[in-house]
Each structure stands twice: as C-alpha cells, then as structure tokens.
C-alpha cells in the first residue's frame, strides 16, 4: 500500500507554475522529514528540494532557488512544492520521499518512503 501519494503534475509553458503535491499518512507526516526529487530520462534521481518533520530546516537544489518553495501543511499532512518560472530543464517525472534523517535527504538511495511519479513537462 502506498504511504505517499504524489499529484499535481502536468504540461506548463517556460516561466508558468505548478503546484505539486504529496499526500500521506498522520505519522510518516509528524516523524519523517520529506522531500521532492525528480529524474529526467538518462539521468539520475536528484534532490530538488527537502524539509525537516518539524519544518524548521529546507533545502533547495542550487538551480531552484528563488523558484521553488517546499511547505508542509499539518491540517492536512501534505507537503506542497510550488514551482515557479519553469524552464525546460525543469522537465522530469517529480517525486516526493520520506526519510528518517535530514542527511538521507540528500541522498535518494537513502529514502525510505516514495510516492509514485508526477510528470512535469515544461514545454511551449
């Protein structure tokens, strides 16, 4: 059964936005730090941006800064990844991961948790 359940994907033009988001449960939300990675045809999963369980730590890949924004919503156990001035080299299949360490984080072999994939074509 899956635990993380991904959506929010889809075709946006260069410098449009999207909003992904990712579902799970009330304890993997309260006790796992929580991540988007994606990967592109050919190349390997990476980590696009990630949050600590209590909110308090993010990172962002170098070529998202100041485009992206992870946040946690505990009303309804989401982690949302707004994305904004997308360029082609955004495109990928996004996914979002639990971990149980911030280092694992950084690492997507050291994931725990994976939601299945949302496409994100940017593309005019």
């Known amino acids: 059964q899956a635990q993380l359940a991904a959506s929010g994907g889809g075709l946006v033009q260069p410098g449009g936005s999207l909003r992904l988001s990712c579902l799970t449960s009330g304890s993997i939300f309260r006790l796992f730090h929580m991540g988007w990675f994606r990967q592109a045809p050919g190349k390997e999963r990476e980590v696009v941006a990630s949050m600590s369980s209590n909110g308090g730590i993010t990172y962002y890949e170098d070529s998202v800064k100041d485009r992206f924004t992870i946040s946690r919503d505990n009303a309804t156990n989401t982690v949302n990844l707004q994305m904004n001035s997308l360029k082609p080299e955004d495109t990928a299949a996004y996914y979002c991961?639990?971990?149980?360490?911030?280092?694992?984080?950084?690492?997507?072999?050291?994931?725990?948790?994976w939601g299945q994939g949302t496409q994100v074509t940017v593309s005019s």
């Open positions: 991961g639990a971990g149980r360490s911030i280092a694992s984080m950084r690492n997507y072999r050291s994931i725990t948790y």
